[in-house]
């Protein structure tokens, strides 16, 4: 059994980029720093930051579009996926980059609005830092909007 599993805690580098392709599908490409810090054996404190491409393909890529911007603070789960072409100069290229299948926003949504003309997106459920975007789900309404229904047995179709 082999396992490809990325999930990354960090911030935009930039706005993410949304693109419509000829076909109609949706693709949002951004950057997401990490970083880490350690004392080293001399006592000095050290940091390495490292910057990982991402791509959101279809609803998750338009969401990411729509709220996602640079500096925001993102909980990011996808895969690896390495792209291999060959550039106008001949050369073979590579390229690996995260393919999103799910986020949290984890920035406390801004008071009065939104930055930047976009919409302020509200907590998924009481006490939750931000807004989940799975693949092909909407965005959560907020928890004073969501009505509550009873789950009967007899109900449930299996």
């Given at each position: 059994?082999?396992?490809?599993?990325?999930?990354?805690?960090?911030?935009?580098?930039?706005?993410?980029?949304?693109?419509s392709?000829?076909?109609?599908r949706?693709?949002?490409t951004?950057?997401?720093?990490?970083?880490?810090?350690?004392?080293?054996?001399?006592g000095?404190?050290?940091?390495?930051s490292?910057?990982?491409?991402v791509?959101?393909?279809?609803?998750?890529?338009?969401?990411?579009?729509?709220?996602?911007?640079?500096?925001?603070?993102?909980?990011?789960?996808?895969?690896?996926?390495?792209?291999?072409?060959?550039?106008?100069?001949?050369?073979?290229?590579?390229?690996?980059?995260?393919?999103?299948?799910?986020f949290?926003?984890?920035?406390?949504?801004?008071?009065?609005?939104?930055?930047?003309?976009?919409?302020a997106?509200s907590?998924?459920s009481?006490?939750?830092?931000?807004?989940?975007?799975?693949?092909g789900?909407?965005?959560?309404?907020?928890?004073?909007?969501?009505?509550?229904?009873?789950?009967?047995?007899?109900?449930?179709?299996?």
């Open positions: 059994m082999d396992l490809n599993k990325v999930m990354l805690i960090g911030r935009l580098t930039r706005d993410p980029e949304l693109k392709l000829p076909s109609g949706s693709v949002c951004f950057t997401v720093a990490t970083s880490r810090q350690w004392t080293d054996a001399a000095a404190r050290q940091k390495q490292e910057f990982s491409a791509v959101a393909w279809g609803k998750i890529g338009e969401t990411a579009g729509q709220f996602l911007h640079k500096a925001s603070k993102v909980y990011l789960e996808g895969r690896l996926q390495t792209r291999e072409w060959t550039g106008t100069d001949g050369i073979k290229r590579w390229r690996t980059e995260i393919i999103a299948d799910n949290i926003m984890l920035d406390a949504p801004p008071a009065g609005g939104g930055a930047a003309g976009r919409a997106p907590p998924s009481p006490g939750a830092p931000g807004v989940t975007a799975a693949v789900a909407p965005v959560a309404a907020p928890p004073e909007e969501v009505v509550e229904e009873e789950i009967k047995v007899e109900d449930i179709p299996f």
